[in-house]
């Protein structure tokens, strides 16, 4: 047999997303015959500096979706020029298809499909060393577990009423193992649900903007108290810490410079004493995207003011090393929210991971919304040795593959320690 992990060909083909999505999906074919496969997920809310999805922009097939320009230039340009390059050196492979590309958003040939090359390569790599893809970025056993984060409730624009904010999630930060941890996640999930019905006079709670609740309400603070009740009637009141994704910039009206809160529209400032006075009530974990993307001297000053959380950045950092140093520093974020196909590639990703390990900051790998069911953000979290990391609503496929990616890291490594938070507990 040939021992090779040298690249011996690339092939890409349209696959579909769990939202019926097409995405693109990569094969890496090593000398020794080994195969690694990657698709770059989309997510249903995207920043406006992620790096490019080339879509056909045909309506005739897919709405316009499809992806066939894309698995193209896989087929044509880079499985080409990655060809005979060692599938163990992630750096040099991701190094030649940033240059191929050349475009600072990878554009050109389409950051969907440089970063499903990318994670193909780095699954390549594993399954030559006949280990887990969180084992081959670990080096070996991981340093900690992430602790898992349960994006439970739905937010956003639906056909009678906008949410202001896209994500209600919770954290059982407390919890003393991953089996614990995924009881909390298992009962507050489900008590949250009976609230809902409640709320709505006896009628079904509803599957939101993905597979979490959609809320009767728009008023977040409602919510927030709901949440609560939930976590209260578990009893788990001492474990359980609430994480909130504003996504602001979806709230955001750049003629009149304000943001859509539950009927009204709020200033900047507004937007950061409500979110204050919300902190000083709940016990968050950390929130994201306070303000709008492009708001820098915004998040500066609401990084000032608000004090009981950790304000991070998913929007504003897109997972790049740039802006993550940026924003440390002005002061604008303490952290970011970890998703690679917004920069491009593993290679990218993981230098913002160091340099937010380097410098004190928070690093919380997140699942696309809707997503691929095979996404690899759970292993690189657990690879990378990250605090928290977010699924989706712990009832969908992908969120399923994720939680129980974390459940079989635990069970190998069973004194392998969950991440410490105690520096970010600020309530």
Not at 290 to 305: M, T
Not at 394 to 412: F, H, I, K, Q, T
């Amino acid at each position: 047999m040939n021992n090779s992990t040298k690249i011996r060909s690339v092939h890409a083909r349209q696959v579909m997303d769990c939202n019926f999505r097409p995405v693109l999906e990569a094969d890496v074919v090593l000398e020794n015959g080994v195969v690694g496969r990657g698709a770059a997920p989309t997510g249903n809310s995207v920043g406006i500096h992620e790096a490019a999805v080339l879509r056909d922009n045909d309506p005739a097939r897919f709405c316009g979706l499809s992806v066939f320009q894309a698995i193209d230039n896989v087929d044509r340009v880079l499985g080409p020029a990655v060809a005979g390059m060692d599938v163990t050196d992630q750096e040099a492979v991701d190094r030649r298809m940033i240059e191929l590309d050349g475009t600072p958003d990878k554009s050109r040939l389409g950051g969907n499909a440089v970063y499903s090359v990318s994670i193909a390569c780095a699954q390549a790599a594993a399954r030559a060393g006949n280990v887990s893809l969180y084992q081959s970025i670990a080096g070996g056993a991981p340093a900690c577990l992430p602790l898992p984060v349960a994006n439970s409730i739905l937010g956003g624009r639906y056909g009678d009423r906008t949410v202001c904010f896209q994500e209600f999630s919770f954290c059982p930060y407390k919890a003393e193992s991953m089996e614990e941890a995924m009881e909390i996640i298992f009962h507050v999930h489900r008590e949250i649900g009976a609230i809902f019905t409640r709320e709505q006079g006896g009628v079904p709670a509803q599957k939101g903007n993905g597979h979490g609740w959609k809320p009767p309400t728009e008023d977040p603070e409602a919510i927030m108290q709901m949440m609560d009740e939930a976590v209260r009637n578990c009893g788990f009141s001492d474990k359980v810490a609430f994480v909130l994704d504003m996504a602001s910039s979806e709230m955001y009206n750049k003629e009149t410079k304000t943001y859509y809160m539950n009927g009204r529209e709020l200033t900047a400032d507004g937007q950061i004493a409500y979110i204050k006075r919300l902190t000083e009530k709940y016990d968050f974990l950390f929130i994201e995207d306070v303000l709008d993307q492009d708001d820098w001297e915004g998040h500066r000053r609401a990084r000032r003011e608000i004090c009981r959380t950790t304000l991070i950045g998913d929007d504003l950092i897109v997972s790049d090393r740039e802006l993550l140093r940026r924003a440390c520093e002005e002061q604008a974020a303490e952290g970011f929210i970890f998703k690679p196909n917004q920069v491009g590639t593993i290679t990218e990703a993981i230098e913002t991971r160091r340099f937010a390990g380097e410098h004190g900051m928070m690093t919380i790998p997140s699942q696309r919304g809707g997503g691929t069911i095979w996404d690899v953000v759970i292993d690189l979290a657990v690879g990378l040795g990250a605090e928290a990391c977010k699924s989706c609503a712990p009832r969908g496929g992908e969120s399923v593959y994720a939680m129980n990616c974390l459940y079989r890291a635990a069970d190998e490594y069973p004194d392998v320690p969950f991440a410490d938070l105690s520096r970010w507990i600020r309530f």
